[in-house]
């Protein structure tokens, strides 16, 4: 609150240029009039649509491979490396050719946030998995315990806190990715929003969908870690 107050008496004073940095009560003003159109409810709808079905897909494919490298020497020599390889490629040295592959369509967006949020499950979880102690597979083993019931009673409890790491990683990359993937094509969304807003200098505008970037970001956290909380009562909170 105090750095709100002080950016606001700095911009009343003439400290800084509203072009260069709008006052606090400009940009507010700026969200209720795209509130009051339906237009900023209707962008933020679409943004949180792509980033949580990228999440969804990269999530869901890097728990499960996470699973499989971890449990399956083969799997983690055949896989691993190459994951690894992709994982360094940075998000914008894809766009060309996510273009030829999707076009400007969705799919190439959703595509870029499930590959962002891929990595951190896949990793978290096969660190999950390859920490798990080896004397409670033996005991699992020793009771006669099937593959599905080992993964259920062993494998995915022992797991669980490295993959809600993960989730949490990726829930905050995935808005990185977001950004990125609505700077090409897109006619709708929140990053289309501060493009757009861009050709007509509204830096208002621009700053409101800096901060409902950094606002969702800091729910979704909040969100993953009550679930940890929940799922994960014996763990001391970070």
């Not at 107050?5 to 509203?18: F, M």
């Not at 237009?39 to 709808?45: A, N, P, Q, V, Y």
């Not at 993964?151 to 808005?175: M, N």
Request: no cysteine; hydrophobic share 55%.
């Amino acid at each position: 609150m105090l750095v709100v107050a002080l950016w606001q008496l700095a911009s009343q004073v003439g400290w800084l240029n509203p072009r260069v940095l709008p006052a606090p009560s400009a940009v507010l003003g700026a969200g209720w009039e795209l509130a009051r159109s339906g237009e900023l409810g209707h962008h933020f709808l679409i943004s949180l649509q792509r980033a949580g079905l990228g999440v969804l897909v990269g999530g869901g494919l890097g728990f499960a491979f996470g699973v499989l490298t971890g449990t399956s020497r083969a799997a983690n020599l055949l896989l691993d490396t190459t994951f690894q390889m992709i994982r360094t490629i940075p998000n914008l040295a894809l766009i060309p050719l996510v273009i030829l592959w999707f076009g400007i369509g969705e799919s190439g967006k959703v595509f870029l946030i499930a590959l962002a949020t891929f990595f951190p499950v896949y990793l978290n979880t096969l660190h999950g998995v390859t920490g798990i102690d080896g004397r409670l597979k033996e005991m699992a083993g020793v009771y006669g315990l099937s593959p599905l019931e080992t993964f259920r009673r062993v494998t995915l409890p022992g797991a669980l806190p490295g993959v809600l790491v993960g989730v949490r990683y990726a829930l905050g990359i995935s808005w990185l990715a977001l950004v990125v993937s609505e700077s090409f094509g897109a006619s709708s969304g929140i990053g289309f929003l501060a493009m757009d807003a861009r050709e007509f200098f509204r830096t208002d505008v621009i700053v409101l969908a800096i901060l409902i970037y950094a606002l969702i970001g800091k729910v979704a956290d909040v969100l993953v870690r009550a679930l940890e909380r929940r799922l994960l009562p014996w763990q001391v909170p970070a």
